[in-house]
């Protein structure tokens, strides 16, 4: 029992006791990153806010984008659907040929 009531007395009079320096200064540098980390998450949060206003007006813009594309892809089918089959024929014919002679210079290099 004596070995117990040593222990107490050792323990109340370590919370009693004064704190050394390394101890203060501990608890002041524990306390700024505290802050710190509230500063942080505070900025989080402004960014994430932030970022989900931006994603909210590229959003809006959704509609006028989906019709600019059908407007695109009207413009892109009516040049295409003008040609007569012996127009395309030719242009194709015109292609094989040039790619002959491109494939008759890379041989000869």
Same mark, same amino acid.
């Given at each position: 029992?004596?070995?117990?009531?040593?222990?107490?007395?050792?323990?109340?009079?370590?919370?009693?006791?004064? =704190?050394?320096?390394?101890?203060?200064?501990?608890? %002041?540098?524990? @306390?700024?990153?505290?802050? #710190?980390? *509230?500063?942080?998450?505070?900025?989080?949060? =402004?960014?994430?806010?932030?970022?989900?206003?931006? %994603?909210?007006? @590229?959003?809006?813009?959704? #509609?006028? *984008?989906?019709?600019?594309?059908?407007?695109?892809?009207?413009?892109?089918?009516?040049?295409?659907?003008?040609?007569? @089959?012996?127009?395309?024929?030719?242009?194709?014919?015109?292609?094989?040929?040039?790619?002959?002679?491109?494939?008759?210079?890379?041989?000869?290099?």
């Amino acid at each position: 029992m004596s070995s117990n009531q040593q222990y107490q007395r050792s323990t109340s009079s370590m919370g009693t006791r004064e =704190k050394t320096y390394f101890e203060q200064q501990r608890e %002041v540098l524990i @306390g700024e990153i505290a802050m #710190s980390f *509230e500063h942080v998450l505070a900025n989080i949060n =402004k960014l994430n806010r932030s970022l989900e206003a931006v %994603v909210a007006v @590229g959003n809006e813009f959704s #509609s006028v *984008e989906a019709l600019w594309s059908q407007f695109e892809n009207v413009m892109a089918k009516d040049p295409e659907d003008g040609k007569t @089959g012996s127009e395309g024929e030719e242009g194709q014919q015109g292609r094989s040929e040039g790619e002959g002679e491109q494939a008759t210079a890379a041989g000869k290099s």
